[in-house]
């Protein structure tokens, strides 16, 4: 019953995560945690206790700003939300990252050997 | 160890503490907590049991111990930054709420801006000059292993008795066999002027001659073309090269590197420029910038008359080799001098004859870190004097601003209590409080900067030093030395404001205005009173010298004398005596004029002959002052003849030798004696004199003060200048007296002369009184500027009793208005504020005596006719002191005393 296991690339949780945000209001933990669960259909396995200090690596980037409120089940939990900055570097690393695995998927579709 | 069970609660005290700062391990513990409860719980609403819902949760989380430890670190950092970030923000908030407190109080902020100013400017231009001239280390590279080589004479208990050079071949004996130096250069104490023919030139170049390996040994390297190589030691035409100065290379020539090839003339020698050293390089020697630097052995040629192989010109400098010290160097060249004296001197080259070196000399090797101090000893002290009066000064006006400032502050005590209650820390008051103090020191001492360079061009002025090449412009010591002494005023001045925001904090809220006693005050002012009494008092001992050194009867009657001094044109010429003689006869008919004489120099100026003479009779020689003058010398500066006549033309160099004694030779040459008619010789003629050689006594004239008033009047022979025959190459000083003015006399001299056709050089004339004035010099500097800033101790003195009693007025106005009222008179309000603001400056006199008398007793060796102490110079002080006192706080006690008492009474 084990998902097939897709190491994550360096930079690719932090691009998930950022990715996860930027559809708009503040998540905790938790919630970004399901939130790429559900959105890879769990192809991609991440360990959930690895997301916390991406995110604290990223709250001092200054990508991301953090908030404690109160949760949909009355607990104490603390709230992220993408910065400005965070958003403006989430664009760019986006459009890398798609450059670069179009690339790939294209090397990968080809049948010959390009001539050089 | 909580992956075990469910994690811990945190309990509540841990929550209550994070008011004061966040607790990251608690903030990942409560988030992680969160995370794996939320994800239980969603695990049992689909149906898990909780141990498995647990263990699931768990499993997806993946490890914790390290992503917590991570967590807890990356956000660690960020409070400590964020921590130091608020410091700074506190920091910048303080500043920002400092400027706006100075600028609120536009008034005292720009009193004590100006006062700081002022002093600190005038502390800084004063060590600026004592920088210069003593203190800094020559601007070479490791100067601390500089040596200056010097002999000395040592007495019997071992006080030096006189400084000697070396021979040019003891240095070079020296410099091959000592092992403690990686260098021994020298230079000679000699200077070489610029002479070509008979050309103008307009401030001509000065040589200093040095060993080739000078530059080497100081670690300097030229800015363009080359210094000077061995080869240039060797005396050969091909030593006849030049290194320039700096200063010198832009000076004469477009750019500086147009200097190297050129040629320039010393002594009618060409000598070629092959090098320029680089900027502010100036030798060895502060205070002097030579312009040319020419190989050592070139002195043979270029100063005649004296035998360099056997006269010792020569001050030896030498670099330390690494891990030798001064004492070792010492002992190391001492062993050698023993050896060169007691050597062959066929093997060392040195032949000594009479000349031999005393058994008592011995070398002596000082730090060279400074160089040479050129400053005379005088000066010296006079520069160190003036330190310690602006320091003085300094420490009166930090004292005003402290005033100035308490009295600000007593009016913000209501703030401060307000602040204090709002929870401020003291610690952030005090340190409020010193921001203040800080950024007007440093306003003032920025403002000093100024006044330091303006200062500085007055004490060049006031030292004659004009026309040295003294760098004042403020380098990074100097910048270093005013940002201390603005930081230590700062702290000084800060202290009493400090305290009594402190103090002010207990007053009650409710007090509207506050009754603490402005105690602080009264203590400033009684300092600065003690200060400016030990200024004052210094102040006057100084007035009181210089007035002695003027009523000084020196002998003769200067007033209404000129002196012209005249020189051949060219250094190579003489002065024709009968040409001289012709100008001195013609003038002396002029009108106007009343008697001319001519000497070979001028008594109180900077020349000076000494010689011995003996008794025909008696061979114990004695030292004496000689003095060559035409007839009429006695007339002109009427100074009387005792007994006998003085000379009259017929006494020229076919006739007998005659001389005139002074009545102090005579009493030592004759004593109980008629010295008229009595034979003398001169100490030249003594060993084996021929009859011409004896100089008959023809008169004896009453003694006068020679070089310094201070000094009594000394031995002194008068010689007829008519009777030496190979007489003065340098020139000779008329006398002349008249009613007219020094300048119009100097005219008259140089239209006689030029319609003679005379190759003269006449220099500008000068009343005898200036001449004398001239050397009280150092004594004139003194009393100016000790008199000076006791002045400005006294403004500041009287600025601070007054700030402080009107201060008084204001406070004390409802119950001044009670008195008024129950019907005390004006005398009476005038004489209440008044003893309050006598008794302050009573107690500070008291305070200061000791100081004072600390200081006219220190300052005794520098002041002429006066007691150890005088108590007259204390006594004149204090009364001052006293004086400006009570007329500073006479307005306020005025003005108190006339308020309208319906009016005060409503003051609250």
Known sequence: MEAPALDLLKG???????????????????????????????????EEGALYPALYRMEEKGWIEAEWGLSENKRRAKYYRLTTEGRKHFRSVEKSWNAYSSAVAKLLGQRVAPVT | MWQNGLMPHESAWRRYLRFWGANPEADVDDEFRFHLETKIEELRTRGLSPEEARREALRQFGPVTAPRAECVAVSRSRVKRRSRMEHLFDWLADLRYAVRVLRRT????????????????????????????????????????????????????????????????????????????????????LVAHEL???????????????????????????????????????RSDASHVAVASYRFASRRYPLPQDAVGQIVYLQNIPFTIVGVMAPGFFGTEKGHDPDLYVPITTVRELVTGISFDEGAYVRPIGRLRPGIDLARAQSNLQLLWGQLLAADPAVTGISYGEAKHSPNDRIVCESGARGYVSTGDEQQRSLRLLGAIVTVLLLIGCANVACLLVARGAARQHETAIRLSLGAGRARILRQSFLESGVLALAGGAGALAVAVFGCRLLLVAFHWQKRPIEITPDVRVLAFTLAVSLLSAFLFGLAPAIQLLRGGRVPLTQEHSVAPFSSGKVLVSIEVALSLVLLAGAAVFVRSFQNLRSV??????????????????????????????????????????????????????????????????????????????????????????????????????????????????ARLFPNRNPLGRRILMARATVEHKPGDEIEVVGVAKDTRFNTVSAPPPSLVYLPILQRSNWFSRGASLEVRSALA?????????????????????????????????????????????????????????????????????????????????????????????????????????????????????????????????????????ALLAAVGAAASFVPAWRAAHLNPVQALRVQ
């Open chain 1, 12 to 46: 690719t949780l932090d691009l998930l995560i950022l990715k996860t945000l930027t559809w708009g209001p503040p998540m905790h933990g938790y919630a970004i945690a399901a939130a790429i669960r559900r959105s890879t259909d769990e192809a991609l396995l991440v």
């Open chain 2, 106 to 189: 536009k008034a005292s902020t720009a009193g004590a801006i100006l006062i700081l100013a002022a002093g600190i400017g005038v502390t800084t231009a004063v060590f600026t000059l004592l920088d210069r001239m003593i203190y800094a280390p020559l601007p070479v590279p490791k100067p601390s292993q500089l040596a200056l080589v010097s002999q000395w004479e040592i007495g019997p208990h071992g006080e030096r008795l006189g400084g000697k050079t070396f021979r040019y071949a003891e240095y070079v004996y020296l410099r091959d066999r000592s092992a403690a130096f990686s260098g021994l250069a020298a230079e000679t104490t």
């Open chain 2, 196 to 234: 070509h023919g008979h050309d103008v030139i307009e401030t001509p170049a000065h040589a200093d001659m040095v060993t080739a390996n000078f530059f080497d040994v100081l670690g300097v390297r030229p800015f363009t073309g080359r210094a000077f190589t061995p080869a240039d030691d060797v």
């Open chain 2, 553 to 666: 009867p020196i002998g003769f009657v200067a007033e209404n004398v000129s002196v012209v001094r005249i020189e051949p044109k060219y250094d190579d010429e003489k002065l024709p005596l009968p040409d001289v003689m012709q100008l001195v006869d013609s003038l002396r008919e002029s009108a106007g004029i009343q008697s001319t004489t001519l000497a070979n120099f001028v008594v109180f100026n900077d020349g000076r002959v000494s010689t011995s003479v003996h008794a025909l009779d008696d061979p114990k020689s004695i030292s004496t002052n000689d003095l060559r003058v035409a007839p009429g010398y006695w007339e002109t500066l009427r100074i009387p003849l005792i007994a006998g006549r003085g000379f009259t033309p017929r006494d020229d160099e076919h006739s007998p030798k005659v001389a005139v004694l002074s009545e102090t030779l005579a």
């Open chain 2, 742 to 878: 020094p300048a119009a006399v100097g005219a008259m001299v140089d239209a006689l002369v030029r319609n003679a056709h005379l190759p003269w050089k006449v220099s500008p004339a000068t009343a005898f009184t200036e001449e004398i004035g001239a050397t009280l010099e150092d004594d004139y500097i003194r009393m100016q500027a000790s008199s000076l800033f006791a002045a400005l101790a006294l403004v500041l003195i009287a600025f601070g009793l007054y700030g402080l009693m009107a201060y008084t007025v204001a406070r004390r106005t409802r119950e001044i208005g009670i008195r008024a009222a129950v019907g005390a008179s004006t005398g009476r309000i005038v004489i209440l504020i008044l003893r309050q603001s006598v008794r302050l400056v009573a107690i500070g006199i008291l305070i200061g005596i000791p100081g004072a008398i600390a200081a006219i007793r220190a300052l005794s060796g520098l002041v002429f006719g006066l007691p150890p102490v005088d108590l007259v110079s204390l006594g004149a002080a204090a």
